[in-house]
Structures are given as C-alpha cells and as structure tokens.
C-alpha cells in the first residue's frame, strides 16, 4: 500500500496533502472573526446558497448580481461548501476548506507542469511543490477567505494547457484556453494580466500549426460536442454577468485605482520608488530574507553559466521556453502594479508559479544532491513560516504582511454573534442596523455575514451598515443615520488604533451624539462592557 503511494500516480496527491496539513489545523484551531472583505464574500457565498435551498426562483437573479463590482467565483462556488458546516462545526471553516482545496490543486498542477518541463525529473517536480507551499503568502492566503488562492489555480491551469498544446488535438486546447480565460475573468477582472504572454504565445502557436484532423470530422465525436458545448456555456454565464455588472465594474475600477479611495491602500510615488517597493514586496511575500539573498544569488551563478554557452543557445526556442515567459510575466506584473497607488501584497500570489517554474529549471541541468540542498532550504521556510501562523515562532515583519497566527481566543466571535442575537430579530427584520465603528472584529461586513449565517437557522434578514466608507465627515454621517432610520446602532468602546483612524474619522462625534439624543436608548449589556447596542425608540413615542 506505502509503494502504491508512492508512484508516481499518487505521489503528489499525497505530498500535496501532507504539505497543508499546517492550514488545516490553522482552520480548525483560528477564532478569527472575518473582517471588511472577507466577511462580503462570506456574506454573498452564504446568501446564494440560502436562495439556493429556500427559494430557487430568485436564486438566477442572485448568481447574475453577486457583488455587482467584483468578479463572483469565490462566492458562485462557495455556496457549496457552505453544508459541510454542519460536518466541521461552522461556516468559516468549510469556506475556508474550500480555499484549501483550490490551494490542493494547484499544487498538483504545479507538480504536473514541472514534470513535463523537465522531462520527468521527479525531485525538482517535488521541489516546486515545495517552492509554492513554503511561499509566506502562499501560507497566509490559505488562512483568508479571498480570491487570489482560485486566481493562483487559474494561472497554473493555464500555464499547464499551455505547455501541452503541442500534444493535444488544436481544437481541445482552444476550448480549454477558453475556459481557462472565462475561470479567470470569473475569479478577478485582473487575472488576464498573469497570463497575457502565455495566452499570446498560445494563439500564435495555434495559428500557425493546422491541425491535421478535420473539424467536421473532431465534432463527429460526442465527448468533444459536449466538452465545447459546456465550455461556451460557461462562458456565456461568465460574459452574462459582466454585461448585467459592467457600469458598477468600471465604477469601482476607477475608484479603487485613483483618487482618495485608492490612496487608504497605498501611496502615490514616482515609478522608480514603487518598483523599489513591490521588489521587496515580491521578496517578502515568497522568501525569507535568507532564503531570497540565497536564491538571488544561485540564479547569478547559475545565468553566468548560461552566458557562457551563448553559441550553444537556440535563441527562437529561448525566448519562448517557460524560464523566459515566466521572467517575463513576473517583471510585466511588477511594472504594472508600480503604476498604481494600491499596494495590497496579495495580487502577487498568482506569480509563486512562475517563481517555482523558474528556479526548478534553473536547476534542471544540476546534481541531485544540489536539488536536494534546495529542497532542505525551502522546507526550513515552510516550516518557519507554518510555525509563526501556528504560534510557535514569533511574528517577523522581514516576510509576507498576511502571515497571522491564529487566534484560540473565542471572546471576539462570542461578541460578534451577541450583537447579532440582539440586534436582527422580527422587530429589526428586512431593516437595516448600523455600526458606528470599524474594526476588523467589529464592522457592517463582518455583522452582515454572521447574520447571514444566523438565518440559515431563523430565516430572519437583517442588514448592517457603516457611517459611510472612511467617512471623516460628522455632518455627512449624520445625515445618513437619519435618512436609513436604523433600528439599532452598535459602537464598541475599545481604542482606535492608529491604522484605522482614516476608517474611523466621524465615529467618535458621532457616538457622542447617539448618547445624548432621546431617540435612542442604551440596551443593557451582558456580554462585553466593551459594546454598547442603541435601540431607536422614536417610534415607541
């Protein structure tokens, strides 16, 4: 049984599971309460599954108007994972699990790709397994409810259809890069940018290479008739929602690249500077400072050895091998991003496979026991870095920013479903209640998605909803509580901290206000001294 493992069949279905092992206990052990974003997604994967289960006729409108701003796969394919809650204990941690499982994939992937890039060599195979899952943001993704893990599979799924177009029949791999195009676009808008060399390369290959088969006579097969019938299908549900979306879309594009907006997630500076600083994000979101300095210094040595066989290179087959789409997809990327004011170091997930394809072929023409020293390299940090998220190792600010340790206190999830207990019941149903804070533990996202939850249970809707976004106006937010008239209206009493003032910037005149106006009433508080909840008693009167 241990041999049949270990085959090739099997080998990296087994390593690949073995390597996040680490996650899973992260899942299962973090009390995390999910913040801003993830909440949302939560929120929307949730809600598609309850209309999914209790009322399917509105289910069609729901897929079509998911987020309206953000591609909508994290929550179209989530909603089927939101049962397995009742096997793992909560929704968190069957969402995540599906994260997870995209991870799995691509890791297998990853392994299948590097295989054939070169010619079978099993250990550097295993080695870019190893490169992606000791990647700090590889790790830190696993633990977040975002899109880039499925975006990091879209890359890969690409790149493998890619490197096999030249043994599949010409018409499979046009469909299969048109899938592969569609699950991109429906995972994030920005996806294309990872894969635009090799989808160029691709079509290019596909042009000038006829295929020998006819296509009357490639159609005469049912498996190829139903493989593009569900292809164009899938993209036409993909096309469908950015035509239903398309005027929001462009609106939050432009919103989230430019202006004031933009600049709470980044800071305008000239191009030379934020092409400094996205390389030393790129370093920290994939090496250790040692590791990077190491492998820096191994791609030197090993591109004055190419240098020195220059007579020996076939320059056409150079520049179109995967080392150079690769390099070439990384500094496009990088360039990209240096133009914008937004630094958020998750968009450079999708990018670990190119990191591991290029130092797996870096070392394709090398000894074994030199792969080896590699691979002891790369899993001392999958260890480190497993063992910070884990609490074994302190924090480093030298790595990836999205490399928490889990958190075993409960106190936060408790307070958060307290609030929503108290606040969305038939008094407050369809209405919406407001939050006059915004911490990661406590804000209209986060409330939204466990109320969410809670009406798997009580079928009861409630909404929540924030002064405005990074409102710092008084006047403004004012007039937005009375214009929403919110049943209820929640603060929490802990300190703001530095990082979130721009998000908090009306919060403490208008609490002020909240406590001295007679049309709201302090509810008493069993559960934290920390929340205080406000019942708008106006109508009462």
Not at 63 to 73: D, E, L, N, Q, Y
Not at 489 to 518: C, H, M, T
Request: aromatic share 16%.
């Amino acid at each position: 049984m241990f041999k049949r493992l270990l085959d090739e069949k099997y080998l990296p279905y087994l390593v690949a599971m073995i390597l996040l092992i680490p996650s899973l206990v992260w899942i299962f052990l973090d009390n995390h309460v999910w913040p801003w974003d993830q909440a949302w997604y939560g929120e929307v994967s949730v809600t598609l599954y309850y209309n999914l289960t209790h009322s399917i006729s509105l289910w069609p409108q729901a897929m079509m108007s998911a987020f309206g701003i953000k591609a909508p796969a994290i929550a179209w394919f989530g909603q089927f994972f939101v049962p397995l809650s009742n096997l793992v204990g909560s929704v968190d941690r069957a969402l995540l699990l599906y994260i997870v499982l995209f991870q799995f994939l691509s890791l297998i992937f990853i392994y299948k790709i590097i295989l054939f890039l070169t010619n079978k060599n099993k250990n550097l195979a295993l080695l870019g397994m190893i490169i992606t899952s000791s990647a700090p943001l590889f790790i830190g993704m696993g633990h977040q409810y975002f899109v880039e893990s499925l975006q990091l599979f879209a890359v890969v799924f690409t790149i493998f259809i890619f490197i096999n177009i030249g043994t599949w029949n010409k018409y499979n791999s046009i469909i299969a890069f048109i899938i592969a195009l569609s699950y991109a676009m429906l995972v994030k808008i920005t996806s294309p940018l990872y894969i635009m060399p090799i989808l160029a390369l691709g079509f290019i290959y596909l042009i000038k290479n006829p295929q020998k088969e006819s296509i009357k006579d490639y159609f005469k097969k049912r498996k190829n008739i139903i493989l593009w019938i569900l292809g164009i299908l899938f993209s036409l549900a993909v096309i469908s929602w950015y035509v239903i979306n398309w005027n929001t879309i462009f609106q939050f594009m432009k919103l989230a690249s430019s202006g004031e907006a933009a600049e709470l997630y980044g800071t305008k500076d000239s191009f030379y500077n934020k092409f400094n600083l996205w390389i030393t994000f790129f370093k920290q979101s994939f090496f250790v400072p040692i590791l990077a300095y190491v492998v820096c210094l191994a791609m030197g040595f090993f591109a004055i050895k190419h240098i020195a066989r220059l007579k020996n290179i076939n320059w056409k087959e150079n520049f179109t091998n995967m080392f150079s789409v690769s390099l070439i997809t990384i500094v496009i990327t990088l360039i990209f991003f240096s133009f914008q004011i937004n630094e958020e170091t998750r968009y450079l997930l999708p990018l670990i496979s190119y990191v591991a394809i290029i130092i797996c072929l870096m070392l394709n023409n090398e000894k074994a026991p030199i792969v080896f020293i590699f691979m002891g390299l790369f899993f001392c940090q999958y260890v480190f870095v497993n063992g910070v998220t884990l609490g074994l190792f302190e924090e480093s600010q030298e790595i990836n920013a999205w490399v928490t340790q889990m958190q075993p206190d409960k106190n936060n999830i408790k307070n958060v479903k307290y609030i929503v207990k108290k606040t969305c019941n038939r008094e407050s149903e369809y209405k919406i209640n407001m939050v006059g804070v915004e911490f990661p533990w406590l804000n209209a996202n986060s409330l939204e998605y466990y109320a969410m939850q809670s009406r798997l249970k009580t079928n009861i809707l409630c909404y929540y909803t924030s002064l405005g976004y990074a409102e710092n106006n008084a006047e403004n937010a004012w007039t937005r509580l009375e214009t929403i008239n919110p049943p209820f209206f929640i603060i929490s009493n802990d300190k703001i901290s530095k990082n979130l003032e721009a998000f908090n910037g009306a919060s403490s005149q208008i609490v002020e206000r909240i406590k001295n106006d007679p049309n709201f009433a302090q509810q008493s508080s069993s559960n934290s001294k920390n929340i205080l909840i406000f019942k708008n008693i106006s109508k009462e009167k």
